[in-house]
């Protein structure tokens, strides 16, 4: 079983900054696609952020400049910077390991904006 290890999450106010961190083994990382999905209660998961292997990011339009997902191969560590947070973007946040078919989740973290 993969582990992906989460951090980072926790409360802000409108219009603040976080930064989530994800580390996985070094067998997966160089060769999958890390992401970062979240899931607000009685609402389904939805994608926030991915980032192949070379570096490509994608991004839904609800968090296009906003939100930034970067991979450090040295650590085999994916980071999400969050800035000008909303208080729609309370949510749990998964991390994601995903490669064809294959998806590894992390145990999620939580995200509150709030005032």
């Known amino acids: 079983q993969v582990q992906l290890v989460e951090s980072g999450g926790g409360l802000v106010q409108p219009g603040g900054s976080l930064n989530l961190s994800c580390a996985a083994p070094?067998?997966?990382?160089?060769?999958?696609?890390m992401g970062w999905y979240r899931q607000a209660p009685g609402k389904q998961r939805e994608l926030v952020a991915r980032i192949t292997p070379s570096s490509r990011a994608e991004y839904p339009d609800s968090v296009k400049d906003r939100f930034t997902i970067s991979r450090d191969s040295a650590k085999n560590t994916v980071h999400l910077q969050m800035n000008n947070l909303k208080p729609d973007d309370t949510a749990v946040y998964y991390c994601?390991?995903?490669?064809?078919?294959?998806?590894?989740w992390g145990q999620g973290t939580q995200v509150t904006v709030s005032s």
């Open positions: 994601s390991a995903s490669f064809g078919v294959v998806t590894f």
């Open positions: 070094g067998s997966i990382f160089s060769i999958y696609t």
